[in-house]
């Protein structure tokens, strides 16, 4: 019986996509575990590993909660009970940290708002003009 590798995460393709990987909610699954749906990282003629996208893994969802948890200490409370005009800057300050490069990440500001998405797009759009 054949041992089948795992993924060897040093490997330094592997390594340079990692962020990428975070910010997108996408992990490396060994390439024999991969799907049809999984996209083959190839190097030299080796499959490395797979990417597989999907529901952003705990670890990418913690880091916007973090982020939310950040600001909303920074203005002094719960974000949903801010006025208006510190929500907008809520929004500027989570644009600044990076807080949009998440997957999905504006329904969950809108949802830590209070807010739609619809005005979370409004208060990233006066901001960027």
Do not use: I
């Not at 990987?21 to 049809?36: C, F, I, M, N, S």
């Not at 952003?56 to 200490?73: Q, S």
């Amino acid at each position: 019986m054949t041992e089948r590798s795992p993924v060897d995460a040093s490997h330094p393709v592997l390594v340079t996509l990692a962020p990428l990987l975070e910010k997108t909610g996408g992990r490396l699954v060994p390439a024999h575990e991969a799907t049809a749906e999984d996209v083959p990282l190839v190097w030299e003629g080796q499959t490395l590993a797979c990417v597989r996208f999907g529901q952003p893994e705990a670890d990418t969802l913690g880091g916007l909660e973090r982020l939310l948890d950040e600001v909303a200490a920074e203005l002094g409370g719960p974000l949903t009970e801010l006025p208006r005009v510190d929500k907008q800057r809520a929004v500027r300050l989570l644009e600044e940290r990076g807080a949009f490069t998440f997957r999905k990440s504006a329904e969950t500001v809108a949802a830590a708002l209070g807010v739609t998405r619809f005005t979370v797009y409004n208060y990233l759009n006066r901001e960027r003009a």
